[in-house]
DNA sequence: TATAAAATCGACCGTCGGTCGAAAATAACA
DNA sequence: TGTTATTTTCGACCGACGGTCGATTTTATA
């Protein structure tokens, strides 16, 4: 009953690391049969289809994500920064960055779709708990905070993904934000220096 | 010279109809060739691969829409609706509406995807144009207009393909645009009458 | 040690995207 | 018109892929 489930976890971690490098399409059964070592047989014992392994691996990315979300939540930051922290936990881990800047926007759409849709379906509820709590504080002012927050997050997919603010044009990203939560300007500037200062930035070998 | 185009035509129509009804992965060649008639040496005389008949029937439907922005893009309405215009032309029109709702945004990750990648490509440019325009009227007033044009866009093809912002909530998306390009609130009113006006509804039985 | 359950194996299958040389249809030229 | 080029069509065939299944080995249970 332990056998089985260490050997699951496994699969899922080549089958991660290679969806990643090579991309979902492009990687076979037979090749994460052949890492693992193990006969077809064996991995349809663990998984359905390669797509549900695709969904396990996905669920794992975003498990750890949510972890660190809640995590950033709990914390005492102020409202503004807290509200970057948990879009910032559903980034790739630091140390796989180098991974997925190859290949996560280029190619893999069929991954990369799936892990946004799913990172937007479990950030959207977090997100709206720290905008909540910025408009008691009069930090932010609006109505229909999930709608807005939904697009916050797929603005900011669209920003990490396609590198569509780079440099000091991170001030228009800054500035939609703040317009679109109903902040005063100025109060989301700190992410001018916070990307700037490093810890966004990619290393652009991709597009 | 003649014969050769009018068969690639056929058999583009005959993969747009299918990849949209089933999806592009879920169809096979064989079932285009079933469908035309033809062989399978036939098919791949006018197409190099799969992908490539994709990327010409993306071509196809782009070319259209393009067409339709261009000629909003000359009207005299007033830039607002204007911009509206140019942003519904590159909606897939009418008539398709009802195969396109079935598929568009459910299945067929790959194509929608693409798709709304060649769509902000192509939009971009038409739209700062409208932009600039605006704000040369003073009715508009932003900097980084391509940027925000982008995002605008971004925004746009997920209010219409996950249907964000139904109902009473598309004063939420009118708001953002309004706030995105700096227009005075009010100015972007008139969409949501030309929403619940039913001319940019859909039918539901998606999602 | 006998038995049940869990785990592993790999040959096999149908489908798919794609190739290729030959044949048929069409155009060009004498 | 007959003859040669060119364009178009054909379908058998290929390798790779995702997936199945009954047999077999390993492990837990009593």
């Known amino acids: ?9 496994e ?3 080549i089958a991660y690391r290679m969806f990643i490098e090579k991309g979902y399409e492009n990687t076979s ?5 052949a890492e693992a070592g193990i006969a077809k047989g064996t991995y349809y014992y663990y998984f359905e289809s390669k797509e549900a392994t695709l969904e396990a691996v996905i669920d794992m990315m975003i498990e750890e994500e949510v972890g660190r979300a809640k995590e950033a939540l709990e ?14 936990s559903f980034r790739p881990a630091q140390d796989e960055q180098g991974i997925v800047n190859a290949l996560d926007a280029k190619e893999n759409i069929v991954m990369h779709e799936k892990v946004n849709r799913r990172i937007v379906e479990e950030a959207v509820p977090l997100l709206t708990e720290v905008v909540e709590e910025g408009i008691s504080q009069g930090i932010f002012e609006c109505t229909n905070i999930e709608k807005r927050v939904k697009m916050l997050l797929i603005m900011s997919q ?6 569509i603010f ?7 990203y800054v500035d939609m934000v703040e317009k679109i939560l109903g902040a005063k300007s100025g109060t989301m500037n700190f992410i001018t220096e916070l990307i700037s200062g490093g810890v966004y930035v990619r290393t652009d070998d991709n597009q």
Chains 1, 2 share one sequence.
């Open 11 to 13: 699969l899922l971690k």
């Open 29 to 33: 059964i037979d090749e994460i049969i």
């Open 75 to 88: 914390t005492s930051l102020p409202v503004p920064k807290k509200l970057v922290s948990v879009i910032y």
């Open 1 to 9: 009953m332990k056998k089985g489930e260490r050997r699951k976890q």
């Open 158 to 163: 669209h920003m990490f993904d396609d590198g």
């Open 166 to 172: 780079t440099g000091r044009d991170v001030e228009v």
